[in-house]
């Protein structure tokens, strides 16, 4: 934990990643800046993949999932994967309106088209779309964890942001090394924001993030651990699954704050900034949070 000479704040950090994962349960790509919107960082799973009832699939079902890797590019986002031809996804262009169910919750989108979904469905195996979210629709996180705050999302999980530090993914780290096993990389965790300068799980015990940006001050304020379900135990370059990352977090992140689940990031909300750039090197300022 750094604390400056003088400072107001509890803990002073940095910014070291950002990462936008535009395509639910697809592979990120790590930016070096990124507009902060109402829903999380500029197109942050606003792209989901369903079945042929409009449900929802992700690496929990489909772990190749994983090695769908997006890239943007002028005004397409262009997907690769093995053994298949690179498809080009319009940033501008979308076809008809869809219902779609992300959870519980059936929300509008647009379908990006056939050939969209003949790449999905020949790459993974099963008759699939490619969505996209229909920003008139408002799908707004928990009140029971954002209280007062209106915190709409995309086809994230549940909230906006995800936070994470260094600190903590280098504890798990020599937690698998200690235990024979090899070490892992942020991307398994899915966090959009990730800070240096700060201790082991202090993500869980900040209050508001305020963020300097050169468009004015950015808060972030974390509202809820990040429960973890199987999908940290796949192997983003290779798809595979291994027990190991579960096993390894099962023996010190219980959170009793989530029933027991095993913790690994905090969700947060938007509480200022929106159209600002948030960049890596940023400065984040915080207090801790005492409930």
Request: glycine fraction near 6%; charge should be negative.
């Amino acid at each position: 934990m750094v604390q400056e000479v003088g400072s107001d704040w509890d803990v002073s950090a940095q910014i070291s990643q950002l990462w936008v994962y535009p395509i639910k349960s697809c592979a990120g790509i790590r930016v070096k800046e990124a507009l902060l919107i109402e829903t999380g960082l500029e197109f942050d799973r606003a792209w989901m993949v369903v079945d042929e009832a409009g449900h929802f699939v992700t690496q929990r079902e489909i772990p190749r999932m994983a090695l769908v890797q997006p890239q943007f590019k002028l005004f397409d986002m262009v997907l690769r994967a093995p053994g298949m031809l690179s498809l080009h996804i319009s940033l501008q262009n979308v076809e008809q309106s869809v219902r779609v169910r992300v959870w519980d919750d059936e929300v509008a989108a647009f379908d990006m088209g056939d050939t969209a979904a003949q790449w999905f469905s020949d790459f993974l195996g099963r008759k699939l779309r490619l969505v996209r979210f229909d920003p008139d629709q408002k799908r707004l996180s928990s009140k029971k964890w954002t209280l007062e705050v209106d915190a709409p999302n995309q086809f994230a999980d549940g909230f906006p942001v995800l936070v994470l530090s260094e600190a903590s993914l280098a504890g798990l780290n020599e937690r698998l090394v200690a235990a024979g096993k090899p070490a892992v990389g942020i991307e398994r965790f899915r966090a959009n924001v990730v800070l240096s300068g700060v201790d082991a799980h202090d993500e869980d015990r900040l209050d508001t993030l305020h963020i300097d940006t050169a468009d004015g001050e950015v808060q972030l304020k974390g509202v809820k651990p990040c429960p973890r379900c199987p999908i940290p135990n796949i192997d983003p370059a290779t798809a595979t699954v291994s027990p190991d990352v579960g096993d390894a977090l099962q023996a010190y992140r219980s959170n009793p704050v989530v029933n027991g689940a095993l913790s690994f990031g905090m969700n947060a909300v938007v509480l200022h900034g929106v159209e600002h750039a948030l960049r890596e090197g940023q400065r984040v300022q915080a207090n801790f949070r005492f409930d």
